[in-house]
């Protein structure tokens, strides 16, 4: 685990605002000292602090939560996205190929064009960018532009030049999107031209980003498919130097040497074990609505039983990438085995983790709860693509579609949840994905905003192993946000989103009032360790 915020030796009172701790649900002010919380109380008491401490925060009525942790995160790509071209706003192919005009005039000296987030579902016609029409927008010029998904791109042909063999990969179309083998050539590629001053301001631009929604710490997904060992120790060797949120990080290869290494906390993260349901290639136990297959399976039940139990031997986690039923069916019956070879204890004790695990079912479900699988999930993945009318809908059928994402079922299994963004695939925005798990488009997979709060803020540190952070309680690491919001309200656990309550008798810790239509909180202040990484300017 890295970040650039060793423990201050500072006291801190923050008082005359809302602290949600369930130390005391009433809390109105916490003392924060070398770097933990040494206090939380009410602001009568908090007097007895005033005169002992280096700084004195008046809240004014703010809110103040742990930090949030992202427990999926591509950080160099995010970087990328948010300083380079961006097509997730793109309404239609048109406009998504203006843009790209646009970009190669303003980007002359870049030696690779580099875009991300188009999705042709969402556009009329439902046609990704012709190969022609990509070297038309450039000018010939390099360019990659991964889906929204990041599993599949189109490229230009000076893209396609760059890398020799391409065209005899499977994944290769002569006018398709990449996939597959192909596709992470190109990608391997396009993000080599990447000088490493780009590549420091990327990580940099990304980390400051989280650090400005309330995000403390993120979960890194690295891996020789998705980015590259240099791009990963740096982004480690940043973040231990610089001020700005806590980088954990996962290297998603069968190489637990390489894994330990790196510094990794696990083999784990994009460890793939089949694709994604935009691109096609998440795997399936029964054929996709919208084609005659199945998708591809990329890792069968005997390489994940080799790798989980080299893992467990090693002390390490093992975790894999998931989504459609057939490859979340492998993972489950890989893990079990390397239970049967190494124990069971053992195997709940390590805290392995599967990234994504859309399409569950009951067996499933309760698999994870007896191997103490943790669930990675991106309640963002529902609210962009679910509903009958979303893509879900169009690659599986509506009855089918309506299963993904049972973060409730989940929930009553016992299954661990720690909630993540998968960044850029959908934006870092933690209250934005709290919304997403307590508003679920299928209602009866609807979880409580406090439940979902939990797996976005105490799940990401259980999910490392951590069952002492994510929680303002004396003791803890002083990551926490600030926040500016409406009337907190409280919800009984079993109410899902029905019943809502500003009762102060309850005895429990309030949460801002997420129902769809309403705004969000604003982010005025992030601490890592004692340590202030964001100031909102005027905030």
Same mark, same amino acid.
């Given at each position: 685990?890295?970040?650039?915020?060793?423990?201050?030796?500072?006291?801190?009172?923050?008082?005359?605002?809302?602290?949600?701790?369930?130390?005391?649900?009433?809390?109105?002010?916490?003392?924060?000292?070398?770097?933990?919380?040494?206090?939380?109380?009410?602001?009568?008491?908090?007097?007895?602090?005033?005169?002992?401490?280096?700084?004195?925060? #008046? *809240?004014? /009525? +703010?809110?103040?939560?742990? %930090?949030?942790? &992202? @427990?999926?995160?591509?950080?160099?790509?995010?970087?990328? !996205?948010?300083?380079?071209? #961006? *097509?997730? /706003? +793109?309404?239609?192919?048109? %406009?998504?190929? &203006? @843009?790209?005009?646009?970009?190669?005039?303003?980007?002359? !000296?870049?030696?690779?064009?580099?875009?991300? /987030?188009?999705?042709?579902?969402?556009?009329?016609?439902?046609?990704?960018?012709?190969?022609?029409?990509?070297?038309? !927008?450039?000018?010939?010029?390099?360019?990659?532009?991964?889906?929204?998904?990041?599993?599949?791109?189109?490229?230009?042909?000076?893209?396609?030049?760059?890398?020799?063999?391409?065209?005899?990969?499977?994944?290769?179309?002569?006018?398709?999107?990449?996939?597959?083998?192909?596709?992470?050539?190109?990608?391997?590629?396009?993000?080599?031209?990447?000088?490493?001053?780009?590549?420091?301001?990327?990580?940099?631009?990304?980390?400051?980003?989280?650090?400005?929604?309330?995000?403390?710490?993120?979960?890194?997904?690295?891996?020789?498919?998705?980015?590259?060992?240099?791009?990963?120790?740096?982004?480690?060797?940043?973040?231990?130097?610089?001020?700005?949120?806590?980088?954990?990080?996962?290297?998603?290869?069968?190489?637990?040497?390489?894994?330990?290494?790196?510094?990794?906390?696990?083999?784990?993260?994009?460890?793939?074990?089949?694709?994604?349901?935009?691109?096609?290639?998440?795997?399936?136990?029964?054929?996709?609505?919208?084609?005659?297959?199945?998708?591809?399976?990329?890792?069968?039940?005997?390489?994940?039983?080799?790798?989980?139990?080299?893992?467990?031997?090693?002390?390490?986690?093992?975790?894999?990438?998931?989504?459609?039923?057939?490859?979340?069916?492998?993972?489950?019956?890989?893990?079990?085995?390397?239970?049967?070879?190494?124990?069971?204890?053992?195997?709940?004790?390590?805290?392995?983790?599967?990234?994504?695990?859309?399409?569950?079912?009951?067996?499933?479900?309760?698999?994870?709860?007896?191997?103490?699988?943790?669930?990675?999930?991106?309640?963002?993945?529902?609210?962009?693509?679910?509903?009958?009318?979303?893509?879900?809908?169009?690659?599986?059928?509506?009855?089918?579609?309506?299963?993904?994402?049972?973060?409730?079922?989940?929930?009553?299994?016992?299954?661990?949840?720690?909630?993540?963004?998968?960044?850029?695939?959908?934006?870092?925005?933690?209250?934005?994905?709290?919304?997403?798990?307590?508003?679920?488009?299928?209602?009866?997979?609807?979880?409580?905003?406090?439940?979902?709060?939990?797996?976005?803020?105490?799940?990401?540190?259980?999910?490392?192993?951590?069952?002492?952070?994510?929680?303002?309680?004396?003791?803890?690491?002083?990551?926490?946000?600030?926040?500016?919001?409406?009337?907190?309200?409280?919800?009984?656990?079993?109410?899902?989103?029905?019943?809502?309550?500003?009762?102060?008798?309850?005895?429990?810790?309030?949460?801002?009032?997420?129902?769809?239509?309403?705004?969000?909180?604003?982010?005025?202040?992030?601490?890592?360790?004692?340590?202030?990484?964001?100031?909102?300017?005027?905030?």
């Amino acid at each position: 685990m890295s970040n650039g915020t060793a423990p201050t030796s500072r006291t801190v009172l923050l008082r005359g605002g809302e602290v949600h701790s369930p130390a005391d649900p009433f809390a109105t002010a916490m003392v924060v000292e070398r770097g933990h919380v040494a206090w939380v109380g009410s602001e009568g008491a908090a007097d007895a602090f005033a005169e002992g401490v280096d700084e004195v925060v #008046d *809240l004014e /009525g +703010a809110l103040v939560t742990p %930090a949030f942790t &992202d @427990a999926h995160v591509h950080t160099t790509s995010t970087g990328l !996205a948010l300083t380079g071209l #961006d *097509l997730s /706003g +793109a309404p239609s192919l048109e %406009a998504a190929l &203006d @843009a790209i005009r646009g970009f190669a005039a303003a980007r002359p !000296a870049d030696r690779v064009l580099l875009g991300h /987030g188009w999705d042709a579902a969402r556009w009329p016609g439902g046609r990704p960018p012709a190969r022609a029409e990509l070297d038309e !927008a450039t000018g010939g010029r390099p360019l990659y532009l991964s889906r929204v998904d990041v599993h599949s791109a189109v490229v230009t042909t000076g893209l396609l030049d760059m890398v020799p063999g391409v065209t005899a990969m499977t994944g290769f179309a002569a006018d398709l999107p990449l996939t597959g083998d192909a596709h992470h050539a190109v990608r391997a590629a396009a993000f080599g031209a990447v000088t490493p001053a780009q590549r420091a301001e990327a990580q940099r631009a990304a980390l400051a980003h989280a650090a400005s929604v309330g995000i403390g710490t993120l979960h890194e997904c690295g891996g020789p498919h998705i980015s590259s060992e240099e791009d990963f120790t740096g982004l480690l060797r940043l973040a231990a130097e610089e001020p700005g949120p806590r980088v954990v990080g996962y290297w998603a290869e069968q190489d637990v040497d390489k894994a330990r290494e790196l510094g990794a906390l696990g083999a784990a993260g994009d460890l793939f074990a089949d694709g994604s349901l935009g691109s096609h290639t998440a795997c399936l136990h029964e054929s996709y609505a919208d084609a005659g297959h199945s998708g591809t399976p990329y890792l069968d039940a005997a390489a994940v039983a080799a790798h989980v139990a080299a893992c467990t031997e090693a002390g390490l986690q093992a975790g894999f990438h998931a989504i459609g039923d057939a490859a979340v069916t492998a993972v489950v019956e890989g893990v079990r085995a390397a239970a049967e070879k190494v124990g069971l204890a053992r195997i709940r004790a390590a805290r392995h983790r599967v990234e994504h695990a859309e399409m569950m079912t009951g067996a499933t479900i309760a698999a994870f709860a007896e191997l103490g699988l943790t669930a990675s999930v991106q309640p963002a993945f529902d609210a962009f693509w679910g509903g009958d009318d979303g893509m879900y809908a169009q690659r599986l059928g509506v009855e089918r579609a309506r299963t993904l994402n049972p973060f409730a079922a989940m929930l009553r299994a016992g299954v661990p949840l720690a909630f993540g963004s998968d960044s850029p695939v959908t934006p870092l925005d933690p209250w934005g994905t709290v919304r997403a798990a307590a508003f679920h488009r299928t209602p009866g997979h609807r979880v409580s905003v406090r439940a979902a709060f939990t797996a976005h803020t105490r799940g990401g540190w259980r999910a490392i192993g951590r069952d002492d952070a994510g929680v303002l309680v004396p003791g803890a690491p002083a990551d926490y946000a600030v926040w500016r919001t409406g009337e907190l309200i409280v919800q009984a656990p079993d109410d899902r989103v029905a019943r809502w309550s500003t009762d102060p008798r309850s005895g429990t810790p309030g949460l801002p009032d997420l129902t769809p239509g309403t705004g969000l909180p604003v982010c005025l202040r992030t601490v890592v360790g004692g340590e202030t990484v964001f100031v909102r300017p005027g905030g």
